[in-house]
């Protein structure tokens, strides 16, 4: 299992603003140690991140996002004290699941 | 007892089970793209052209609508390249990345559905100097616009 992420989410005005930093290698398999061997591929394939059940932001990436992935962005409708959900899934199909409270 | 009627019970109530799924939100297409299986022929492509028809879109057309902010002209380490988007078309469905030099261009593909600011901002990988697209998606219509960001270290190296 994967380290926690960390979630940020915050109301501004009338929007919530959620920053995300995710603990995930992302290797690419385009690289080589130093015997010369590929090291296999492993990244984040898909986000969702829900608030109220419903998705507010859901993402489909290749490799070449950076090694602890960071994501920011605002939906409309959040309240304080209402709960963030952030999902990955990677190649391997590990996942992991983490909760924020809107501040 | 009459068979017909059954099976027309029995019909009528997969289809209110079709209909209660859907509203549910299970089927609507606009999450279908992110919710469904991972796109993996988009994320081998290695052109423009090609990542297009992999998405299921035509050329995109070029528009001044969409801005990056906090991307830098020079970046020192292509491993972290900070990239935000914004997009100023009316009814953005999804803000896409794509780096024509590295290994695949496409680096990742946001669903924006509504009620979601169309902006966001991410970190990319950048194997060289390069243009970076920024492809959005707006009532089935694409617009792209570019950046060049320049790398003094890439991103791919051992």
């Known amino acids: 299992m994967a380290d926690p992420m960390k979630i940020r989410a915050n109301l501004v005005g009338d929007s919530t603003e959620v920053k995300v930093l995710m603990s995930h290698e992302m290797e690419t398999g385009q690289r080589k140690d130093a015997q010369g061997k590929t090291i296999p591929a492993w990244f984040i394939q898909k986000v969702k991140v829900t608030h109220n059940d419903k998705v507010v932001l859901a993402a489909q990436w290749g490799p070449a996002v950076s090694k602890n992935p960071f994501v920011s962005f605002k939906f409309k409708g959040g309240a304080k004290g209402d709960k963030v959900k952030i999902t990955w899934v990677d190649n391997h199909d590990d996942s992991r699941t983490d909760e924020a409270t809107i501040a | ?158």
């Open chain 2, 1 to 158: 007892m009459n068979t017909n009627r059954r099976h027309a019970l029995k019909t009528g109530s997969a289809l209110s089970l079709l209909t209660l799924v859907a509203a549910a939100g299970w089927l609507k297409p606009g999450e279908a793209a992110a919710a469904d299986a991972w796109n993996k022929s988009a994320f081998e492509t290695h052109s423009l052209d090609e990542t297009m028809k992999a998405l299921g879109g035509s050329s995109p057309v070029p528009s001044n609508d969409i801005v990056f902010f906090s991307t830098p002209d020079i970046a020192e380490n292509g491993a972290v390249v900070p990239v935000g988007i914004t997009s100023k078309v009316p009814q953005t469905e999804s803000i896409a990345i794509l780096i024509e030099k590295n290994p695949n261009m496409l680096a990742a593909v946001f669903d924006i559905p509504p009620g979601t600011d169309p902006s966001l901002t991410t970190r990319i990988k950048m194997a060289q100097t390069s243009n970076v697209y920024a492809l959005v998606k707006a009532n089935g219509k694409y617009y792209v616009t570019s950046k060049e960001i320049k790398v003094t270290l890439g991103g791919c190296g051992g």
